[in-house]
C-alpha cells in the first residue's frame, strides 16, 4: 500500500541559540527556538512520516510540555518515528522537502543534510531531494525573523 503524508514546521531566529538542521549545525549568529533543538526539517519529516501512517503529528508523541526532551536532538526524535514507521513494516520510497529561509545560504549544506536524513530513515539518498527557496523578503521569514519548512513523503506498507 502506498500512503502520502505532509509535514509542515515554522519557528521564530533568535540569537543565543545553534541553528541546526537535519541534525546539522549550520554555522549563523541565531538559531531556532524551540522546547528540542527546533529543528524544522526533522520536525516537517516527522509529522510527514507521521502522517502517513495515520499516528497523529510529533506533538502527540513528542510533547512540548515534557521535559526530556528539552533540548534533544530533533534527529533522535526522528529515529523514534522511524521505529514507529518500521513497526508497522513500512519505508520511506520517497521524500521532498523544502526549507524556507532568507538567511543563511543553505546550498552548501544541503548534501550533508540529506545525508543525515538518509541515516536516520534507513533509505538511500537518490529518494530524498532537499531544495531551499527564500520566502523574497515577505512576512516573518522574509524579514529574516524565522524559518520554516515543508516535507512531502511517499510511505510503502505491506498493510
Known amino acids: ?9 515554522a519557528h521564530p531566529l533568535v540569537k543565543g541559540r545553534d541553528l541546526i538542521l537535519s ?5 549563523f549568529e541565531k538559531g531556532l527556538a524551540g522546547h528540542s533543538d527546533a529543528d524544522v ?41 522511524a521505529e514507529i514507521l518500521n ?9 521532498d522537502v523544502t526549507i524556507i529561509a532568507e538567511r543563511p545560504k543553505l546550498a552548501p549544506f544541503t548534501d550533508k543534510m540529506r545525508e543525515n536524513l538518509g541515516r536516520v530513515l534507513g533509505t538511500s539518498v537518490s529518494g ?8 523574497n523578503g515577505l512576512g516573518f521569514i522574509g524579514q529574516g525573523q524565522g524559518m ?5 513523503v511517499l510511505v510503502e506498507t505491506k498493510e
Open 87 to 95: 513497526e508497522r513494516k513500512g519505508k520511506v520510497s520517497n521524500l
Open 23 to 27: 541534525g546539522l549545525k549550520i554555522p
Open 1 to 9: 500500500m502506498l500512503r502520502v503524508g505532509i509535514g509542515y514546521d
Open 128 to 135: 530524498l531531494s532537499l531544495k531551499c527557496s527564500t520566502n
Open 41 to 81: 526539517v526533522c520536525h516537517a519529516v516527522a509529522d510527514a512520516i507521521l502522517g502517513a501512517m495515520a499516528e497523529g503529528d510529533i506533538g502527540k508523541h513528542f510533547p512540548d510540555t515534557d521535559p526530556k526532551y528539552r533540548h534533544i536532538s530533533s534527529l533522535i526524535l526522528l529515529e523514534k518515528v
Open 148 to 152: 520554516a519548512c515543508i516535507a512531502i
